[in-house]
């Protein structure tokens, strides 16, 4: 599904910060925008207002939200649902209306989080059904690693490659990483420009534009680099971040993210904005408990915990915790499995070629089926060996 666009109308701060929470617990891919992007015609799908206390003002923001944009969703947020207020924000233009019941722990409140939900969940199948014959949806798939050394990169890196190569579509990787990406070094790419440069030029950041921030790569991918700072990006770019992912989104088919494995800030606005969040972890005690940690902390952010797919990296027949116990430890199944190839990994890494175009090997066929899955093909027919003739007979 496509992410949906959401802005949200208010001088409330404090407002501001518990509605977005909530808008983001819905169950589809979000993003909150400022207001309209700088690409033309990139504005929200969707505007919440609050009338709680300036009636008058936010009627007439209502008003002219529904004259600049018939087809816009308009939601009105109020103090409470007295039936002059609801008959007036629905002249207005507003296409649905919620009293504002903070907290989540009566009956009210849950049933007004419940109808809230409803209400954007239809919006974006509304979207989407208006947008059905145009251009695909972008997908955006973000890979979590469970602790440092998981192999985060390595299968982000793989993937992006194999998406690319296999659909032939926009792909983009970015390096969300803190402190020091390396995506752009395993693909053996030294780039003119990093995540950094892009989110300090939202303001010009259209398509060309674009182009020259990317580093391309011979397989079709586009690379945004991770920041060469070790301080940036912060909790300070988290906004430019999910900006500059909605922007990408625009113009890509596909969207991978190597999110590092720490749950700050920018990274939470990548969750949130994503189809998938791959959560990469070890079969040893520490990555497994650090993946506990982690599904919890997206399940406390609201940021789709349904979404969460566990991949398990670097197993072998050895392996001194069952994948059964792994399952049970973490409450998901375990999505993919990658076998445990120190050798043909480190090749890869130092000869700065993926996988997916340096060998053959299992490693290789292994991130080939993972990625066919995620595009629903099969696995293609290999042909039968023949049969060596012996005299020239058969």
């Given amino acids: 599904m496509a992410q949906l666009t959401v802005q949200i109308v208010t001088h409330d701060e404090e407002f501001k910060r518990q509605l977005a929470g909530m ?9 909150i925008t400022e207001g309209r992007s700088a690409i033309e015609g990139a504005g929200p799908d969707l505007v919440v207002v609050d009338i709680r206390v300036d009636v008058s003002s936010g009627m007439a923001a209502i008003e002219r939200l529904r004259a600049g944009s018939p087809a816009l969703a308009i939601f009105a947020v109020a103090a409470a649902a007295e039936p002059d207020l609801i008959l007036q924000a629905m002249r207005a233009g507003a296409n649905e209306f919620f009293p504002w019941i903070p907290g989540g722990t009566t009956q009210q409140s849950r049933s007004m989080e419940e109808s809230f939900h409803g209400a954007i969940r239809r919006t974006a199948a509304r979207r989407d059904a208006v947008t059905a014959g145009a251009r695909q949806p972008c997908v955006t798939h973000v890979f979590l690693g469970a602790k440092g050394g998981a192999g985060t990169t390595t299968v982000s890196v793989n993937c992006a490659v194999e998406l690319a190569r296999l659909t032939k579509r926009p792909t983009v990787i970015v390096d969300l990483k803190a402190s020091l990406g390396e995506v752009a070094l395993f693909l053996g790419v030294r780039p003119r420009f990093t995540v950094l440069d892009a989110i300090e030029n939202l303001h010009r950041l259209d398509k060309d534009f674009l182009k020259e921030l990317v580093s391309k790569h011979k397989s079709g991918l586009d690379i945004l680099a991770g920041s060469e700072q070790f301080d940036r990006p912060n909790a300070h770019d988290a906004t430019a971040i999910e900006e500059l992912l909605r922007v990408l989104g625009r113009f890509y088919d596909f969207v991978v ?60 027949d050895q392996l001194l915790i069952a994948p059964k116990q792994i399952e049970t430890a973490l409450g998901y199944s375990i999505h993919h499995s990658f076998k445990s190839d120190y050798r043909t990994v480190s090749t890869a890494l130092n000869s700065g ?37 012996f005299l020239g007979l058969v």
Avoid: W
């Fill in 353 to 389: 070629v993926p996988l997916a175009l340096a060998n053959d090997s299992d490693l290789a066929g292994e991130f080939s089926t993972f990625t066919r899955q995620l595009l629903g093909q099969h696995e293609p027919a290999k042909e039968p060996e023949k049969r060596r003739a």
């Fill in 23 to 31: 808008v983001r617990a819905c169950g589809v891919p979000i993003g």
């Fill in 257 to 316: 993210i190597d999110a590092g494995n720490m749950i700050n800030a920018f990274v939470v606005s990548s969750l949130y904005t994503a189809d998938t969040v791959f959560l990469i972890t070890n079969p040893d005690v520490p990555s497994i408990r650090n993946a506990q940690r982690m599904v919890d902390r997206v399940r406390q952010l609201g940021a789709g915990s349904e979404r969460v797919r566990i991949l398990l990296n670097r197993t072998s």
